[in-house]
């Protein structure tokens, strides 16, 4: 009878109110792991290079009778002081990209210059690993964004390019237009990324190999700081890699409209 429907489907009611106040707790419950577990990965990550500086202090004090001793701890103590710095600055970018997932102040960016800033932000290090930057020119193609962040994600994939890979190898970026989309890939011939760790290199902190990670100065942020940059521009970053072969990062966005004006009343013919 109509009653007895009635009560069955307040019922399911009240079991889907539940379930979905369940799940709101599970996604909080998550949420609030994953803080805790940046807090944890952030207090660990900075103990390591600041216990570092402080013992090679404490040799500097101990040597100090042996001037050649003294200046090889202080130039130690430069190297661990300025991967501290630059982790420092990561953890924050990454902070603020995960907190905004809009863009402050976006405008129109050329691709092509993107790519010959990062080219050029990873000339000295590519420079000293004896690795070659090939950039092909990039098709007359533009993208709504924030410039200085999608110059940031292009650098960041090319220091891993040169970082994994052998001097005397080559690291190539290429563009390329698909639809509505472009596709920026940066590949090396470097050493590869196994298959089952393909998909969390991308989580902050995860290193495939942690000391090679820092002995080339690395953060474990970087892949994380990209793949952040690329969802607030509404685009993806994704792998193919084979080990021993070297691997491909692709970065797709948008491509902005061909009438899209470059901030509030601005006209993009005057
Ligand atoms: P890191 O500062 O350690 O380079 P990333 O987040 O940039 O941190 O990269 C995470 C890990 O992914 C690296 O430690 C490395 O093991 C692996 N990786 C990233 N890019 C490459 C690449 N081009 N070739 C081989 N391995 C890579």
């Known amino acids: 009878d109509a009653s007895a429907v009635m009560r069955v489907r307040v019922a ?14 599970t996604q909080a419950r998550r949420v609030e792991e994953v803080r805790r577990d940046f807090v944890a990965n952030v207090s660990h990550e900075l103990k390591t290079p600041v216990g570092g500086i402080a013992l090679l202090a404490e040799a500097v004090l101990d040597a100090k009778d042996d001037p050649e001793a003294v200046a090889r701890f202080a130039a130690r103590i430069q190297v661990e002081s300025t991967r501290l710095g630059r982790l420092v600055q990561e953890i924050v970018d990454l902070s603020r ?28 290090a590519a420079g000293a690993r004896g690795i070659e930057v090939h950039i092909v020119p990039a098709p007359d193609v533009r993208v709504f964004g924030d410039a200085e962040l999608l110059v940031t994600a292009v650098a960041n994939l090319l220091a891993n390019a040169v970082n994994y890979s052998d001097a005397g190898t080559r690291v190539g970026v290429g563009v390329r237009r698909v639809g509505d989309r472009v596709e920026i ?25 942690a000391a090679r990670s820092r002995a080339t100065g690395g953060t474990g942020l970087g892949l994380a700081i990209v793949k952040h940059i690329c ?37 993009p013919h005057a």
């Open 12 to 25: 399911a009611l009240g079991v889907a109110h539940v379930l979905v106040l369940a799940e709101d707790h």
């Open 97 to 124: 990209l995960q907190v905004a997932d809009t863009l402050h102040e976006p405008e129109l960016v050329d691709v092509g210059s993107v790519l010959t800033e990062a080219g050029d932000r990873v000339e000295v």
């Open 231 to 267: 969802a607030n521009h509404g685009g993806e970053v994704t792998v193919w890699s084979e080990e021993g072969r070297g691997s491909t990062f692709t970065i797709t966005l948008p491509v902005a409209a061909p009438d899209a004006v470059d901030g509030p009343g601005a006209d």
């Open 185 to 209: 890939a940066v590949t090396d011939q470097g050493q590869g990324i196994p298959l089952a760790e393909q998909e969390r290199i991308f989580e902050r902190f995860y290193r495939v190999d």
